[in-house]
């Protein structure tokens, strides 16, 4: 059974890019969810994904935004980069909501 | 509103010396409560899910368990490889997103 697996590890961009990051889901998870984690913080709650569909949001501005495909893998978009935007993105997947998450090892994204 | 505040922020125990670190929560309704853990720059590890009041959960030198309001683990006879974050979490009924605490990172000297 293969696990959570994101892309890439380490990123670094530029203020005012755009970056997509990626996720493959646990095999049979169908639920995909995405964190933000500050240096020293707990993750922070992003956006969920239900069989493609957005069914939760945190408090994060449009400029970051998803998707689920087909095969439950998963992206994330964010726009307009900003430095406060560096931090690791952590990708969880579910067999259903609230029940057992997995986490990759998450995308260290470097904003300069 | 749904939190979680975990305690102490650090923690610094003698390989042998025993302790607890707790995850105290307020949720509407639930769902589950999870204890991570997470080394440096790598993604958090599974631990425990707890769902009820009075449940109890063991693993090798962890163990946690579950009231109304808190959750403990316990660490008997740490060894150096226990140090690490370890982070608590919570689902409510409303929401399948996971509620984290800031985390208690334990450091065990040999």
């Known amino acids: 059974e293969t696990g959570v697996t994101q892309s890439p590890t380490h990123l670094i961009k530029t203020r005012g890019q755009q970056v997509t990051l990626r996720c493959s889901s646990q095999?049979?998870?169908?639920?995909v969810s995405w964190y933000q984690q500050a240096l020293g913080q707990g993750p922070q709650f992003i956006f969920q994904?239900?069989?493609?569909?957005?069914?939760g949001r945190g408090n994060f501005p449009p400029r970051f935004s998803g998707l689920q495909f087909p095969n439950y893998s998963s992206e994330l978009n964010v726009n307009a980069l900003e430095l406060d935007d560096s931090a690791l993105y952590l990708c969880?997947?579910?067999?259903?909501?609230?029940?057992?998450?997995?986490f990759g090892s998450g995308t260290r994204l470097t904003v300069v | 509103e749904d939190q979680v505040t975990q305690s102490p922020e650090a923690l610094r125990l003698q390989e042998g010396e025993s302790s607890s670190l707790n995850c105290s929560y307020t949720?509407?309704?639930?769902?589950?409560l999870f204890w991570y853990r997470q080394d440096p720059g790598k993604g958090p590890e599974f631990l425990f899910t707890?769902?009820?009041a009075g449940e109890e959960k063991e693993k090798e030198r962890l163990k946690a368990t579950l009231t109304k309001k808190e959750s403990f683990l316990h660490i008997t006879a740490p060894k150096p490889e226990d140090s690490a974050t370890y982070l608590c979490?919570?689902?409510?009924?409303?929401?399948?997103?996971?509620?984290f605490g800031q985390g208690t990172t334990l450091q065990v000297k040999p």
């Open positions: 949720v509407s309704g639930l769902r589950g």
């Open positions: 095999s049979g998870h169908n639920t």
């Open positions: 994904y239900y069989r493609e569909e957005e069914n």
């Open positions: 969880a997947s579910s067999r259903s909501q609230g029940y057992g998450y997995t």
């Open positions: 979490a919570v689902t409510s009924s409303n929401t399948g997103k996971l509620i």
């Open positions: 707890l769902y009820s």
